[in-house]
């Protein structure tokens, strides 16, 4: 045999196969590609602050822009009530509502956007929209410093319930994962998902509590409007860090049950669609 070809029979062969239909994604994959998922996580970062002024300053300018503006309008004029000071009470809101329409508004582009890459290379899809709120995580940590401050500022304490704080971080992460995965793999063959975006977006706004308290809704409603995860996110988070009205627990199971049930029902769809990305982006 020649040396060459022994050699090349030597070297180790890698399949790659087209994801089963409907199987969960393989955490193994993922990490397999965790060097791939950090770099188009940084790919973001730079690509979000290069040539910007302010750098990761937007970060802080943005929620402290909008709080004065809503406290402006809904706390001085509006006269809306609520237990803390409302710009303390707005940008609570405001920090993990950017988080989730920017990551949703990305990770729904972010197929399409990556279509040379998708095109030329295998890699996990999902990593992608999983970049685009990975590279947001950073100016989610930012934003709640800058909650602190602004907190101290109107002389608002710290909560005892901080505890909690994790816990409906992550339930949010997980309803804004479920819905970015399943509008980047449903845009992929339907380009109205760019077109509906603004008004989703704008829609669940006002259905959820970033500049009204969440004990506004009550009786029956109160279960339907738990539907949306960001409910309990956000009255969560603003009573594990100020004390203010907790979301029942009850609302809580259901915001829990719907991110899931959107998780489950995202992977399966993306799962299922996700061998003829390449074909048609």
Not at 148 to 177: D, E
Not at 247 to 265: D, K, R, T
């Amino acid at each position: 045999m020649n040396p060459a070809d022994s050699a090349v029979a030597s070297l180790p062969e890698t399949v790659i196969k087209p994801p089963r239909r409907w199987n969960w994604p393989a955490g193994g994959e993922l990490w397999e590609y965790r060097d791939l998922l950090y770099f188009l996580t940084k790919r973001e970062l730079q690509i979000r602050y290069k040539q910007s002024f302010f750098g990761v300053g937007w970060a802080v300018l943005q929620p402290v822009a909008l709080a004065f503006i809503f406290a402006l309008i809904f706390g001085k004029f509006v006269k809306i009530q609520t237990e803390i000071s409302y710009p303390v009470f707005a940008v609570a809101g405001l920090v993990p509502w950017l988080f989730f329409s920017q990551s949703v508004t990305m990770g729904a582009n972010s197929l399409v956007l990556d279509s040379d890459l998708i095109s030329k290379v295998y890699f996990p899809r999902i990593a992608l929209p999983i970049a685009k709120a990975l590279s947001l995580l950073v100016d989610l940590v930012i934003s709640f410093v800058v909650v602190l401050i602004v907190a101290a500022i109107y002389g608002v304490g710290i909560s005892a319930n901080i505890w909690a704080l994790p816990g409906f971080v992550l339930l949010g992460l997980v309803a804004t994962f479920a819905l970015s995965a399943l509008l980047a793999a449903v845009n992929v063959k339907y380009r109205d998902v760019q077109l509906v975006m603004p008004m989703l977006v704008q829609v669940l706004f006002f259905l959820s509590p970033v500049v009204y308290p969440g004990s506004t809704v009550t009786g029956a409603w109160q279960y339907i409007w738990a539907l949306n995860p960001m409910v309990s996110v956000l009255d969560g988070i603003r009573w594990s860090l100020f004390g203010t009205a907790s979301p029942g627990g009850a609302e809580i199971l259901i915001s829990i049950a719907s991110a899931l049930l959107l998780l489950v029902v995202s992977m399966g769809y993306f799962r299922r669609t996700e061998h003829y990305f390449a074909d048609i982006v």
